[in-house]
């Protein structure tokens, strides 16, 4: 059985910081793209970060570039989200995603997500 469990939301003041995680289990957590997206109230879900199945390359969102930072752990397979300089537009449910792409279709897996809430 498939598994994305998000943890490390909460509330937080503005210029703080958290570090979200998603542990996996189920899938082999090496052979799959990992991100994360945020989903805020009336909006769109919007692509966060993204790091490749080694870990050598990330992308970011232009809205965290320079504060949040992806990085993985193939041995736990668990990734992480460091998050920095948090502003209140930085409030959103945030979850965990898993892509596998073979054959020229994407394979997604998704977590529950983790609430994080950016307010004085």
């Known amino acids: 059985q498939v598994q994305l469990v998000e943890s490390g939301g909460g509330w937080v003041q503005p210029g703080g910081s958290l570090r979200l995680s998603c542990a996996t289990s189920?899938?082999?957590?090496?052979?799959?793209?990992m991100s994360w997206y945020r989903q805020a109230p009336g909006k769109e879900r919007e692509l966060v970060a993204t790091?490749?199945?080694?870990?050598?390359?990330?992308n970011y969102a232009n809205s965290v570039k320079g504060r949040f930072t992806i990085d993985r752990d193939n041995a736990k397979k668990t990734v992480y989200l460091q998050m920095n300089s948090l502003k209140p537009e930085d409030t959103a449910v945030y979850l965990c995603?898993?892509?596998?792409?073979?054959?020229?279709?994407?394979?997604?897996?998704w977590g529950q997500g983790t609430q994080v809430t950016v307010s004085s």
């Open positions: 995603n898993a892509r596998r792409t073979t054959g020229g279709r994407n394979y997604d897996y």
């Open positions: 189920g899938f082999t957590f090496s052979q799959y793209v």
């Open positions: 790091v490749t199945t080694v870990g050598t390359i990330s």
